[in-house]
C-alpha cells in the first residue's frame, strides 16, 4: 500500500516532536507487521517520547517483539499497551541501554521481570539477589542470571524508584550475591578443595563501599584458614585455586559476555604477592610493610563471601591499623601524591573529558572524604563508613565541614556518579569519559531529565558541578582549620581545637598550636582584612601543606601579612591576582632565603603578581638603575646601602623565579629544561652582582674624587663570576686593573686605585642583614702576595714573565665586569695569546695541571665530607667537570673559535661540536655539571647560608628534595641519583682529563 505523501509528512512531525531523530527508519519500524498492532498508538508514541533514546528504544522494542514465539508477541504487546509500570521500565531500560536491548533479544522472556513488582520487592537486598542467582550451576548461566537482574536495577535506575546512592548500593549487593554464586560454583567443582579451607572474600573500594558502577572492576582480597585437619600450606594451596577459579567464572568471556573482573591487586604486595594468605600473614604485612595508600584501600573493607566469621575476624584485625594510618610520617603527603599520580596518568587528550579521575571528578571527592575520615575517624568512630556519602554526611554532622559545603559536594557527586552510571549503561562497557558524539551526549543528558537543549544543559550542569569539586580540598580539608581559629558566630559549626590540632598535625605541620595561633592573627574579627583572609587563607594551608616545611610557610605568610596588612593593594593583589598568592606560598615554604629576603623589603610581594615580573633583569637594565640611585645619595655608605636595596630586590627576584620553575604551580607545572634554570640564576645573580660592584665603585670614586678617579680602573670577573655561573651564595672572584690618566704621575694614580679598591671593599662588607656579597682578589698575580690592582702595563710584564699554567687556566674565565669598558676590553686582548696559547699548551703545562688537580683533590676536601656528595670538590662535582673543560680548552681554544668562552657548558657544547668530546660524554658531564649547581643553589635557598653538601637536616633535606623535583619520601632518590649521575661524570673525566 502507498503511503499518502500528506499523511506521510504529518507522521514524522510526529515522531520528530516525540524525540526520534531518524523519522524515517522510526517510521519504517513502526509499519513492520509485527508492530501492526501499536503502529499508531498515542500511548506508545508518548512513552517512547519519554525515554533517554526514543529511537533506540523503539528499535530494542522491534527485535524483542520479533524474538517473540508467535503467541508471545501479542502478549507482550497488549501487556505493553495496558501496564505503565512495565512500559515505563520496559522502553525506559530500551532507551538508555544497547546491551540490555541485545541481552532482551536473546533472551526474549525476561520482559517478564519487569512486569510487577511488589512494594517490598522495590529495593531488593543480597538475600534478593542469592535467590535470583541461585539456580545458576555454571559460569554461562550466571552470567544470563547477572545481567536478569541487573535488568531490574536498571529499570528501577532509569524509572527514578531509586536514586542514584540506591543504584550503587544495589549494584553493590548484586555484585555480592554474584561472589557468592562464584564461589558455591567453584567449591562444586573442587569439593576436596573446599574441605580443607576456610575461605573469606573481602571487598574492598566501590563494592565494599555499597557504591559499585554498572560495570567496575571488584575490588577483593583473599584471606584463609585451615579446616577439616588439613596444613596450613594445604589449605592456602587449596584456597587459591578456589579463588582463582572464582575470579575466572566472573571475568572470563564467554557467549553471554562477562560480568565484571574481580581484581585481587590491592592484596599485600600487589601482584607479586600470593592471591591467598592467613589472616596472620596479612596482619605481619600491615604492620611491617604496608603504604599509607593500602590502608586508605581498606577503609571500606567488608567481607561478602566465604567464611563469614573468618571475613568478621579479618575486619576486627585490620580495622584498628586503618584507623592508624594518619598518625604515619608523610600521611598528608602520600595521599595528596597518590591522587596527583592517578592525574598525571590521564592521557591528555582525555583529561577534559574524564569523569572519574580528572580535576573535578569523583576521584577528588573520594579522596578528599577518605582524606578527612582517616584523619578525624581515629577519635571519631561515627566517621567509619565505607559509603562517601554517608561518610560525607558524617562529617558535617560531626562538624568537620561546614553543612553548606557538604550539601553542595553531595550535590555534585550525585550528579557526576549519575553521569558515570549512564555512560555505562548505554553498553555495559568500563568506562569513565563523557562522550563527544552529540548524539551520545544528546542520550546522556536526555537520560538525567534535561530536556529543552540537553547537550548544552548536559554540559553546563557538568562544568558547574566539577567546578564545585575542585575546590574541594579548600571546602573539605583546609576551611574548617580557619573557623576553628576565628571568632564565629554563635551555633556556626567549627571544629574543635583538638580536631584542628590533628588535622594540621595530619597535614605535616611539627607545631600545630603555634599554627593555629597564626591563624587566629590572621583571619579573626569583622575587618575587611580578615574577610579577606578567610578567603585566601584555606587555599593558602593547601599549598604551605604540599611543602616540606608548611610551619615557615606559614609563619612567613603571618609576617608579610603583619607588615603589608594595611597596604591596600596587598590583600586584593593575593584575592584577584590567582598566580600571586601560589606563588607567595610556594617562595615563603620553600626555604630561609626567599622569605628573609622578601621580609626585609616586604613590598616585593608585588613581583609575584606581575606576569612579567619573574623574569630576571640584565645588567644593561640593572646597572644604570643602580647607578643613578647611587648618584642621589649624600654619603657613600648610603649609596651602598641602596644599591644593595637593589640587588636584595632582584636576587628575591631570582630566587622567587628559580623555586616557582622548579616546582611549578597549578596552572604552570615545572619547567623539565633545569639546565636552563641553572644558567637562568648564574646570569642573573651574575649581573645583578656586577651592578652592585659597579654602584660600590661609583659610591668609593665619588666620595673621594667626585666624578672621575684620576686613573681608569676596571674591575675583572673571574672564576664563577666572569663565567656567569654564579650561585645565591658564591663569592666574586676579580682582578683589579687601572691605567693612569693623561698627566697623573703613576705613583698618584696607583695611591688612587689602591684606596678605591679599599673603599670598595670596606663599603661591600659593611654590616647587614642581606646575603654578603664578598669580593676575592686571591687569583691575581703572585695571590695573597702581590699588589691588589696593577696597571695594564704591570698586568703584561708578568704575564710575559712569570705567569704559570694555573694563572692561564684561571684567566678562561677572565670577561669585565664594572668601570672603564674599554680599559676592560684591553685586558682581555692582552690576557687572550695566555688562555688560548697557539697550538695550545705543552705536556709539561698539562701534567702540572693534573698534579694540582689530584693534589687539590686530596687536600682540599674538607675532613669528615662524603667525597660522593661534595658538590664542589667531589666525585664528579664542578670541579671534575671544569677542570675537564679547561683543559680542552687550553689545547684547542686556539683553533676552535667556539671554545673561547668564560661559560662551561658552552664550552662543553662548542667540544663536542668540534668533535673533542663524544655526544654521550657530554651529555654525562654536563648533567652532573647542572645537577652539583643546582644542589649548590638549591642549599642555599633551603638554609639561608652558602654549603657544598647536602644538608644533615631532615626537613632541609626534604625542602632540598623538592626544588630538585623529588616529591616527599623521595629523599633517598635524590641521593642516589645525584651519587649515579656523579660517579658517570667521575667516570668520564678520568678518561677525558687523566687520560685514564
Known sequence: MTAVPGRRSSTFTRLVRHGFTDPGAAHRLLDLPVMAAVHSDPVLLDALGAVADPDLALGGLVRLVEAQPEDGRRVLLDTLLAAKPLRDRLLGVLGASEALGDHLARHPGDWRTLVTWEAADLHPGVEEFEHDLAEADDPVSLRVAYRRSLLGIAARDVCGTIDVKETAAELADLATATLRAALAIARTAAPEDAAQCRLAVIALGKCGGHELNYVSDVDVVFVAEPAGGAEENTAIRAATRLASHLMRICSETTVEGTIWPVDANLRPEGRNGPLVRTLSSHLAYYQRWAKTWEFQALLKARPVAGDPALGEEYIEAVSPLVWQAAERENFVPDVQKMRRRVIDNIPAAEVERELK????????????????????????????????????????????????????????????????????????RRTHLVPEDPADLRRLGRSLGLRMDPVFELNREWRRHASVVRRLHEKLFYRPLLDAAAQLAPGETRLSTQAARQRLEALGYADPAAALRHLEALASGVSRKAAIQRTLLPVLLGWFADSADPDAGLLGFRKVSDALGKTPWYLRLLRDEGAAAENLARVLSAGRLAPDLLLRAPEAVAILGDPGGLKPRSREHLEPEVLAAVGRQASAETAVAVARGVRRRELFRTAAADLIGSYGTEESPAEADTGALADRVGDAVTDLNAATIAGALRAAVRERWGDELPTRFAVIGMGRFGGHELGYGSDADVLFVHEPREGVGEQEAGRAAHAVVSEMRRLLQLPTADPPLLIDADLRPEGKSGPLVRTLASYEAYYRRWSLGWESQALLRAEPMAGDRELGERFIALVDPLRYPQDGVSEDAVREIRRLKARMESERLPRGADPTLHTKLGRGGLSDVEWTVQLFQLRHAWAEPGLRTTRTRRALSAAHTAGLIAAEDAQILDEAWVLASRVRNGVMLVRGRAGDTFPSDGRELAALGRYLGYGPGHVGDMLDDYRRITRRARAVMETLFYDA
Not at 569523583?362 to 568512630?381: I, K, N
Open 357 to 428: 579521575l580528572g580535576p573535578g571528578g569523583l576521584r577528588d571527592v573520594e579522596f578528599a572524604v577518605q582524606l578527612l575520615q582517616l584523619v578525624h575517624g581515629r577519635s571519631d568512630p561515627g566517621l567509619r563508613s565505607g559509603s562517601t556519602l554517608d561518610a560525607l554526611q558524617a562529617l558535617a554532622a560531626g562538624g568537620y565541614v561546614g553543612r553548606a559545603d557538604a550539601g553542595q559536594l553531595d550535590d555534585a557527586y550525585r550528579f557526576l556518579r549519575a553521569m558515570e552510571h549512564r555512560i555505562q549503561l548505554y553498553r555495559l
